[in-house]
């Protein structure tokens, strides 16, 4: 059952995104820093009203048509992804776990919750924007990896 690769990647990934949530909401007030590794990683917590690296200020409605159209692409393609290709159905399933994780806080509150502080890095981030960025950074080597080997068949 390839489709399982991932639905089931989707699945850990928005659950680790929550739980990171609710654990950061839970302890923390809004605004509040803590250090992990003082002046390399903090744990911030923030609410952003717009996408990564703060584009998209306030734009709520623009963001949650963006993510699902991206989820309804997901949930297409996957099914057209050859059975072998398993590790680009862990990739897609890493962006639509990130990309459903913070859906759910646009919907909810307007905002995203960010708390992931790399004080070497000017911007706050959470689970689900790191799970989008792996996810896409492989999904583009794994199609580059097939275009460069004609012997492939096609992930779509």
Do not use: C
Not at 50 to 64: D, E, T
Not at 110 to 135: H, T
């Amino acid at each position: 059952m390839p489709f399982l690769y991932t639905w089931v990647t989707l699945i850990i990934v928005l659950v680790l995104d929550r739980l990171s949530k609710w654990a950061v909401q839970s302890n923390m007030m809004l605004g509040e820093s803590q250090a992990v590794i003082p002046g390399f990683f903090h744990l911030t917590y923030i609410l952003n009203p717009g996408a990564a690296f703060g584009m998209l200020q306030g734009q709520k409605w623009a963001l949650v048509t963006v993510s699902v159209i991206v989820l309804a692409a997901l949930f297409y393609f996957q099914r057209k992804v050859p059975q072998r290709q398993k590790l680009m159905r862990v990739s897609m399933g890493l962006i639509g776990g990130g990309a459903l994780g913070n859906l759910w806080d646009r919907l909810l509150t307007g905002k995203v919750i960010d708390f992931l502080d790399f004080r070497v890095w000017p911007y706050i981030f959470n689970i689900a924007d790191s799970m989008i960025v792996i996810g896409g950074i492989l999904l583009i080597i794994l199609l580059m990896r097939m275009k460069e080997d004609t012997n492939d068949e096609s992930p779509f």
